[in-house]
């Protein structure tokens, strides 16, 4: 979609319209119209690449594990093995705060493990 976009064979509404029929995700894509704006106008130098891994695969992981479930999205051709990024305390430390609300500026020594099941599932999805 982004590509028929990006050649101008879809208008920016069709864009929309084509997303929110086949996306699974319901992000609004909208707020991403200066940088797709942007990257249209400049198409010879940027490239553009984007996409929203479904869901399941990430409920996939957290059930069957990170190697079952980065296996099908690379044999989808989702994602490619070098794509494959791992997390690091500091990655989690910072996801920690976003869901909790910890105070990531000051609040060094209290990260919590509660979220260390789903973390994988967002590292994937961050894919």
């Known amino acids: 979609i982004i590509d028929k976009y990006i050649q101008g064979e879809i208008s920016e509404n069709e864009l929309y319209e084509s997303y929110k029929e086949t996306g699974s995700e319901g992000h609004d894509i909208q707020k991403y119209e200066g940088f797709l704006q942007f990257a249209k106008q400049h198409r010879d ?6 996409g929203f891994l479904p869901r399941k695969y990430a409920r ?10 980065y ?10 093995e070098i794509d494959r990024i791992p997390g690091s305390d500091n990655h989690y430390n910072f996801f920690e705060s976003l869901i909790s609300g910890r ?3 000051s609040d060094f020594e209290n990260v919590g493990d509660r ?4 973390f994988p599932a967002q590292i ?3 894919s």
């Open 71 to 80: 296996n099908q999205v690379i044999n989808l051709g989702y994602i490619s």
């Open 115 to 118: 979220f260390r099941k789903i």
């Open 45 to 50: 130098n940027v490239h553009l690449k984007g």
């Open 124 to 126: 994937l999805k961050d």
């Open 103 to 105: 105070d990531l500026t």
């Open 60 to 69: 996939l992981l957290v059930k069957e594990g990170e190697d079952e479930a």
